[in-house]
């Protein structure tokens, strides 16, 4: 069985499902369709009696660079329906109309970790920002060794949202890489144990494939119920009032001077030269990485 839409692809074979983002000449960048078929293809997914696991990639030679900025915010659902037609003042920011749209993203950013199947989620070239928002939530993470991750929006314009970071991570690491932004090479991301795994570049797909085919051999009712019981371990300490303050910080953090000044920028020296200047006293992202330490 295979679907398609413009933008994220959906496939089913040997007993697994795979749902990947469609936009490699944006770097699979996120937009509305493209949160919006992600949790279409882990809901067709669930439902799916011939589907035991589910593996997220990307077309092309990264997983996804994080929300396409150069998209406005209004792109995006927002539950919360427009706003009262009242004059507003230039710069304002409605924060609940803000948290609406977020908000919506994260629920479905959130089907992942949700979905009562085995969600594996496949890191290469790069996931950025908003890509980890989406990513982390998967269950096993395996990376090709050529592979980065970072949440570079923590230097500006941004915190996590779904902030499974201080979940998957223990407080130490947790604060490095968020504090920071620096992005996380696949050696370092093995060792503090982010990923499960790191694979060659050319063996990555067939590796977590044969990895999700083996979810086949368990009862769909068992691996439901032991997902459910880590998950609420999870729960338990926090996890969703962590995700309400992630995502409210997050826009509030797009709405600082600093973060105006910061986009407006953009228009005087273009996208490309902004990254370099924020990433060049870490070099790495808009900079080359440096070796792992």
């Not at 069985?1 to 983002?21: F, P, R, S």
């Not at 880590?230 to 826009?251: H, K, P, V």
Request: glycine share 8%; charged share 25%.
């Amino acid at each position: 069985m295979n679907n398609q839409t413009d933008n994220v692809l959906y496939e089913e074979k040997d007993g697994i499902a795979i749902i990947a983002i469609n936009r490699p000449e944006k770097k699979n960048t996120l937009t509305e369709s493209v949160v919006a078929g992600v949790a279409d293809g882990i809901e067709e997914a669930t439902r799916s009696k011939a589907v035991s696991a589910i593996v997220l990639r990307g077309v092309g030679d990264t997983f996804t660079a994080g929300y396409d900025l150069t998209q406005r915010d209004e792109s995006f659902h927002n539950p919360y329906g427009p706003s009262p037609d009242i004059k507003r003042r230039p710069g304002a920011w409605d924060p609940v109309r803000d948290f609406g749209f977020m908000g919506n993203n994260v629920r479905r950013f959130m089907s992942i970790w949700e979905c009562p199947k085995p969600v594996l989620g496949e890191i290469k070239g790069w996931a950025i920002g908003g890509a980890t928002d989406l990513v982390l939530c998967c269950d096993l993470l395996y990376m090709a060794s050529d592979a980065h991750i970072g949440y570079a929006p923590s230097r500006i314009y941004g915190t996590p949202t779904t902030m499974m970071w201080v979940y998957r991570l223990g407080l130490e690491h947790a604060k490095q890489f968020l504090l920071t932004g620096r992005a996380i090479d696949a050696a370092t991301a093995y060792r503090i144990g982010l990923v499960s795994a790191v694979v060659d570049p050319a063996d990555l797909a067939e590796t977590i494939e044969a990895e999700a085919r083996r979810f086949t051999n368990i009862p769909m009712n068992q691996l439901a119920l032991n997902k459910m019981l880590i998950n609420q371990a999870f729960e338990n300490m926090g996890l969703r009032t962590s995700q309400m303050l992630g995502t409210f910080f997050d826009g509030v953090t797009r709405h600082t001077e600093e973060a105006y000044q910061w986009m407006e920028s953009f228009s005087d020296k273009g996208f490309r030269e902004v990254v370099r200047e924020r990433d060049e006293p870490w070099q790495d992202y808009g900079q080359k990485p440096r070796d792992s330490e």
